[in-house]
């Protein structure tokens, strides 16, 4: 295929009981939003999302990862497991 993937792993690190899911985080790549992760509590979420050939840029490509606010969510921890890019 053209394009890439983007494989993304992240590791919950807080639960907010009152709420599910209580992790989403956006996933860019070269500042386009390719994905949003959501899962709950303290489980490892892995996801894969396809990104246009033309995201990609000769070099050096960036993969930036940005928690979103959850309403009901005070505490929102996730930490970063690995990172995949495949193109």
């Known amino acids: ?3 890439a993937t983007v494989r ?3 590791q919950g690190a807080s639960d907010i009981v009152a709420a599910s899911p209580d992790h989403r985080v956006r996933v860019d790549l070269n500042g386009q939003t390719v994905g949003v992760m959501s899962w709950n509590g303290y489980a490892n979420s892995q996801q ?3 990104a246009p050939a ?3 840029r000769r070099g050096v490509n960036t993969i930036t ?3 979103q606010a ?3 969510v005070s505490v929102d921890i ?3 497991d690995w990172v995949e890019l495949d193109y």
Do not use: C, E, H, R
């Open 1 to 3: 295929t053209d394009g």
């Open 8 to 10: 993304v792993a992240l």
């Open 48 to 50: 894969q999302f396809q």
């Open 54 to 56: 033309g995201l990609l």
């Open 65 to 67: 990862l940005t928690q």
């Open 70 to 72: 959850i309403s009901g």
């Open 78 to 80: 996730s930490l970063l």
